[in-house]
């Protein structure tokens, strides 16, 4: 069954100080793999999505990492800011083009404290 | 460009009532979806559609029903509320143009609904 696992649950870190999020799958054909982060009652929105050649991506404070030999991923999150605080979700899109080859995460809810 | 947009915000309902949860985009994307997330779980895909004229189910169809009569809008129904609804929902939209390898996906505000 095509699965997608992130840890922590929750995480709660002081400003300034670097976080590293993790994803494990078991989806399979493979397509890519997508963060997103979701602000308190907003939408998700896209931080950086990776095909199975790239093991790394990075946007702005936001480095990604993809193993796909090991079916893993990272989000890590350099010199957190308070804005940081959200939900962070793990995507994997399994190969077939339908909508419903999208496996979502449970997420990880990051709080940056002052 | 709007992106994608859901009407209303936020709606309370009695139980069997129903009602319908608005979802336009207006960047020309063939796909669109409807999801549900729930606490402690991730995103459930409830319909999706492929373009005008298609739709399919997704992981949690029961109690409600889509169409996609123009490319820019795509419309949930709740044929008759029950407490199991109350959720917080999400359109979506993609193009079926792949950049670099995929298509990135664009979520809507969300409404929350509760049922009574």
């Known amino acids: 069954k095509n699965q997608v696992e992130q840890s922590p649950q929750s995480l709660i870190i002081l400003e300034g100080k670097n976080c590293t999020l993790q994803?494990?799958?078991?989806?399979?054909?493979?397509?890519?793999l997508r963060w997103y982060k979701q602000d308190t009652g907003r939408g998700p929105v896209s931080l950086t999505i990776?095909?199975?050649?790239?093991n790394t991506k990075s946007n702005r404070r936001y480095t990604a990492t993809l193993d796909a030999d090991t079916k893993q991923s990272s989000l890590h999150i350099t010199a957190s800011q308070l804005s940081d605080s959200a939900s962070y979700i793990c995507v994997v899109s399994a190969h077939g083009g339908s909508q419903g080859n999208l496996i979502f995460g449970k997420g990880t809810k990051l709080s940056v404290k002052p | 460009n709007a992106g994608v947009t859901q009407t209303p915000k936020f709606q309370v309902l009695k139980t069997g009532q129903s009602m319908t949860l608005q979802c336009a985009q207006d960047m020309n994307h063939e796909y669109m979806s409807w999801y549900r997330q729930d606490p402690g779980m991730g995103l459930r895909l409830i319909h999706y559609s492929v373009g005008a004229g298609i739709t399919d189910q997704g992981e949690v169809p029961n109690g409600y029903n889509v169409s996609r009569s123009t490319t820019e809008d795509f419309p949930l129904r709740l044929l008759s509320a029950a407490p199991s609804q109350t959720s917080v929902y999400f359109c979506?939209?993609?193009?079926?143009?792949?950049?670099?390898?995929?298509?990135?996906?664009?979520f809507g505000p969300g409404t929350r609904l509760t049922v009574l």
């Open positions: 990776m095909t199975f050649s790239e």
């Open positions: 994803c494990n799958y078991t989806v399979s054909p493979f397509s890519n």
């Open positions: 979506a939209s993609r193009s079926n143009r792949r950049r670099g390898g995929y298509n990135e996906q664009f």
